[in-house]
């Protein structure tokens, strides 16, 4: 029996990292495999530093799909693998790569997750963390400043051109495709405590997970 995968999306800065921490806590002492989408964004390196800024992250052809496809198979299949690792700063993938251990569950998390076929049909449990989008854009400002060195009217130009649109054409859509959507503004215990009951007892999981 392969190894249950959860989908964890959710808009930019929706609480998805927030969600996986609290079910990694809630599994402390079991492996866990755990794939961020961010770290397969295409490598930009051969683009001027301009077009790489301009350029449409949360498209999913922003991402190397295939690759995280073929890395979610190997590790439900008990495989390791060497997970990409990407520069937010320069819009580049670095050299070396991060080794991932198979585990007892796979976490793929990322904005596009759900939204994404290839990624989607491997999973066992679909789940979708939803939040306001003023919420979401104040985190996201908050998080690009400080984290990722970004400009301030670069992150509020971003926002409009491309993350706003793209979410309400690719992101909030892939929302259908849930088991269980949880809100990160409110109480979400209770949710979370079903995907954990779901992870400990995996008959409950159905035929995905076979």
């Not at 029996?1 to 990292?17: E, F, H, N």
């Not at 999913?60 to 990409?84: C, R, S, T, W, Y």
């Not at 580049?92 to 989607?120: M, N």
């Not at 706003?164 to 209770?190: L, Q, W």
Request: net charge neutral.
């Amino acid at each position: 029996m392969a190894r249950p995968v959860i989908g964890i999306a959710g808009g930019s800065a929706s609480g998805k990292t927030t969600v996986t921490r609290k079910i990694l806590e809630a599994l402390r002492g079991q492996p866990i495999a755990l794939l961020d989408q961010d770290a397969y964004y295409r490598d930009l390196g051969h683009l001027p530093i301009e077009d790489r800024r301009a350029f449409n992250f949360d498209h999913p052809d922003a991402f190397d799909n295939a690759l995280m496809a073929e890395h979610i198979g190997q590790l439900a299949a008990g495989l390791p693998v060497e997970k990409p690792v990407y520069s937010f700063q320069q819009y580049t993938r670095l050299p070396g790569t991060v080794p991932v251990s198979p585990g007892d569950v796979i976490i793929v998390e990322g904005i596009l997750v759900l939204a994404v076929p290839e990624l989607r049909e491997r999973m066992s449990i679909r789940i979708f963390v939803e939040a306001d989008d003023d919420i979401r854009f104040i985190r996201r400002l908050e998080r690009d400043v400080r984290e990722r060195g970004r400009d301030l009217q670069a992150v509020i130009a971003q926002y409009l051109g491309t993350v706003r649109p793209m979410h309400h054409t690719f992101v909030e859509p892939s929302k259908r495709y849930a088991d269980v959507i949880i809100p990160s503004a409110g109480p979400n215990d209770a949710a979370i405590g079903m995907v954990i009951s779901a992870l400990r007892n995996p008959s409950w999981l159905g035929p995905r997970a076979l």
